[in-house]
T-cell receptor
Framework: EPEVTQTPSHQVTQMGQEVILRCVPISNHLYFYWYRQILGQKVEFLVSFYNNEISEKSEIFDDQFSVERPDGSNFTLKIRSTKLEDSAMYFC?????????????FGPGTRLTVL | DAKTTQPPSMDCAEGRAANLPCNHSTISGNEYVYWYRQIHSQGPQYIIH???NNETNEMASLIITEDRKSSTLILPHATLRDTAVYYCIAASGAGSYQLTFGKGTKLSVIP
């Protein structure tokens, strides 16, 4: 069964450093998402991406964050200068197409620890 | 998206049906009810969705009241592997289709 993959599974970084989290969505999917979950808290939407551009973003997704689809398969989330409060699980998700049949497929997540 | 309300936790005996309620009294006509679950710290997993009619798939059944103000997710024979946080989400089939997660219901299946 096709699945969303994410690398690395765990990333440790120093405050102020840049990190890039990588995702490979399911190959024929068209909409891509990043969510994050701070330990013990809700899963929060960060950004959606369609047709090579951001379609929607939350208040969390400020100028420190960027997304890119550099080739036909990878979907990346960059945090330019990490803060302690960026420590969280980051989940990538994708859906085949728009519409009510909105089964989002989530990856296993990347645990980001900012020291 | 309409707000949903779920009990914070529930227990269910292994092998019995788990019935997870969700209130979505402000749901609008074009909003679907989706259920996802999250096992430990894994990525959320889609379970089922519906608009008006009851739905069933290999994982669960979804019962939506006639006025659509509430729904119940039924896991017919709960196993220990069903221990997870279950999220009920009301969302329209439009826009960017992102999901707004609440706190969900922590279901503990007890041997």
């Amino acid at each position: 069964e096709p699945e969303v993959t994410q690398t690395p599974s765990h990333q440790v970084t120093q405050m102020g450093q840049e990190v890039i989290l990588r995702c490979v969505p399911i190959s024929n999917h068209l909409y891509f998402y990043w969510y994050r979950q701070i330990l013990g808290q809700k899963v929060e939407f960060l950004v959606s991406f369609y047709n090579n551009e951001i379609s929607e973003k939350s208040e969390i997704f400020d100028d420190q964050f960027s997304v890119e689809r550099p080739d036909g398969s990878n979907f990346t989330l960059k945090i330019r200068s990490t803060k302690l409060e960026d420590s969280a699980m980051y989940f990538c998700a994708s859906i085949l197409a728009g519409g009510p049949y909105n089964e989002q497929f989530f990856g296993p997540g990347t645990r980001l620890t900012v020291l | 998206d309409a707000k949903t309300t779920q009990p914070p936790s529930m227990d269910c005996a292994e092998g019995r049906a788990a019935n997870l309620p969700c209130n979505h009294s402000t749901i609008s006509g074009n909003e679907y009810v989706y259920w996802y679950r999250q096992i430990h710290s894994q990525g959320p997993q889609y379970i089922i969705h519906g608009l008006k009619n009851n739905e069933t798939n290999e994982m669960a059944s979804l019962i939506i009241t006639e006025d659509r103000k509430s729904s119940t997710l039924i896991l017919p024979h709960a196993t220990l592997r069903d221990t997870a946080v279950y999220y009920c989400i009301a969302a329209s089939g439009a826009g960017s289709y992102q999901l707004t997660f609440g706190k969900g219901t922590k279901l503990s299946v007890i041997p």
